[in-house]
C-alpha cells in the first residue's frame, strides 16, 4: 500500500522523492517502508553520516505534527541531513506523521527539488492523503486479525494509582480481574470484572470513591465473584484494542497491575508500546514473545453479530449463563443493558442462530466438496 502512496505522490507536481519511515521500538531508529522517486540514497547517506535521528521525519515524529522546511539550503551548516538533501538537489521538505492518540505510526515524506515548492495546496494534499492512508492501514491491519497465525504477545507491569482498578483493588483489599466489555456507550464503558481474592459484597461501596467510576453493582447468585463496573470515557483499556493490541488477561491489586496484550502479526508494535506507556504510570515491559495467535479464527462466525448481540452473548458467557446451574440469568443481563428480558432472548437466540448457521453451513459445505470430489 505504502508504495503506492509513494507512488502517486512523485506524480505531483513538484514532488520529487517520497517516503515513508515507521518508528520502531528503539528510540531514534525507524524503518523505512516504503519509497519512490529515487532518493533512498540520501536517506542511507544520513542514517550513516550519524544524524539520521534529526531527519524531518524524525522532527515531524518527535513533534506529533506536520514539519516544512521550504529553503534547506539556509540549515546546511546547521544540519547533515540539510547537507546530504541539498547533494542529492532537494531544497524543499515536508512530513506529516499518522498519528492517533498521541502515538505516531507513519511518517511520511516528501522532498522537492524548488525552494518553496510546496504550496498551501500541498499542505491540505497531504494532510488528506495521510489521513486516508492511515484509516486504509488500520483496515488492513483489523482484516489481518482474522487471517494470521502468529502474533506477538506483551506483557507490562504497572503502579498507576490513578488508574481505576487498582484504586478500586486498593480500596477493597482485593485481586480483580477485567473478563469483557458489556456495553459500550458514547458517555460510558460497562466492563465485567471478577474479585479473585477478596469480598465482593462491598466493592459497588468502595467504587464510588473512585474516580473515573460512574457505578458498580453485583450480578450473578451469591455465589459469585462478578461485578459490573461502568466507567466513564475515555477508557485506556478500550482504546488500546483501536492501536492494534487485543487483551489477553488484566490483573489489579492494591499495588500493581499485569496487563497482557496480544498484537497481530505484521501490525506495528510501537504504537501499542507507545500508548501504555503514555496512558500509566511507572510501566515496565516485562515479557515479549512471539506465539500462536490465541483463538485464532479464519471466518470468524462472531464477524455476523451486531455490536450489541456480540457485547450480551460475551456478558452471558462471561457471566456463568451457560453454567449449570446458572451464574446469572436473563433477569440480570436485562437489568446489565437497561433493556427488557425479552429483548436480551431475542438478541442471544439472534446470535445463536447466526453462530449455528455459520458452523452448519461451513461443514455442509466441506461435506459436498467431499462427496463431489
Known amino acids: 500500500m505504502y508504495e503506492t502512496v509513494c507512488s502517486e505522490l512523485v506524480a505531483l507536481d513538484s514532488v520529487d522523492f517520497a517516503w515513508v519511515g515507521r518508528p520502531m521500538a528503539a528510540d531514534n531508529e525507524f524503518d523505512l517502508t516504503a519509497s519512490a522517486g529515487g532518493g533512498k540514497h540520501y536517506i542511507d547517506a544520513t542514517v ?56 505516531v505510526y507513519d511518517v ?19 494532510e488528506n492523503i495521510s ?45 480483580i480481574h477485567f473478563d469483557t466489555v458489556v456495553r459500550s456507550t458514547e458517555e460510558s464503558i460497562t466492563l465485567m470484572i471478577e474479585i479473585v481474592e477478596g469480598d465482593r459484597q462491598p466493592v459497588p461501596q468502595h467504587a464510588n470513591d473512585v474516580s473515573g467510576i460512574r457505578s458498580a453493582r453485583l450480578i450473578g447468585t451469591d455465589d459469585s465473584q462478578q461485578v459490573l463496573v461502568e466507567l466513564t470515557r475515555p477508557c485506556c483499556l478500550r482504546r488500546i484494542e483501536k492501536h492494534g493490541g487485543q487483551i489477553v488477561h488484566s490483573i489489579s491489586a492494591p499495588d500493581e497491575n499485569e496487563l497482557c496484550l496480544q ?41 455476523s453479530l451486531t455490536d450489541r448481540q456480540l457485547e450480551i452473548l460475551n456478558a452471558a458467557y462471561c457471566g456463568g449463563y451457560y453454567e449449570t446451574p446458572r451464574e446469572i440469568n436473563g433477569e440480570d443481563l436485562a437489568e446489565s443493558f437497561d433493556i427488557s428480558s425479552p429483548v436480551i432472548y431475542n438478541h ?23 462427496l463431489d470430489s
Open 348 to 370: 442471544l437466540q439472534a446470535a445463536h442462530r447466526k453462530i449455528l448457521g455459520h458452523i452448519l453451513d461451513s461443514n455442509t459445505e466441506r461435506e459436498n466438496h467431499v
Open 48 to 103: 550513516s553520516g550519524g544524524d539520521g535521528s534529526r531527519l524531518p521525519a524524525y522532527i515531524a515524529a518527535e513533534r506529533c505534527e506536520m514539519y516544512i522546511n521550504s529553503d534547506i539550503a539556509e540549515d546546511v551548516r546547521s544540519k547533515c541531513w540539510a547537507k546530504e538533501a541539498l547533494s542529492a538537489g532537494y531544497r524543499t521538505v515536508l512530513s506529516i506523521p499518522l498519528v492517533r492518540d498521541g502515538v
Open 131 to 175: 489521513s486516508l492512508t492511515f484509516n486504509h492501514a488500520r483496515m488492513i491491519d483489523r482484516q489481518r486479525d482474522h487471517i494470521d497465525d502468529g502474533n506477538t504477545i506483551v506483557t507490562f507491569n504497572f503502579t498507576d494509582d490513578s488508574y481505576p482498578l487498582q484504586e478500586l483493588a486498593d480500596r477493597s483489599d482485593s485481586e
Open 108 to 126: 511520511i515524506t516528501v522532498y522537492s527539488s524548488d525552494v518553496d515548492g510546496f504550496t498551501e495546496t500541498h499542505e491540505m494534499v497531504m
Open 263 to 303: 498484537i497481530t502479526d505484521g501490525a506495528s508494535v510501537r504504537p501499542v508500546l507507545d500508548y501504555v506507556a503514555s496512558q500509566f504510570d511507572h510501566v515496565e515491559l516485562i515479557a515479549k514473545e512471539d506465539a500462536e495467535k490465541i483463538d485464532a479464527v479464519v471466518n470468524d462466525p462472531t464477524d
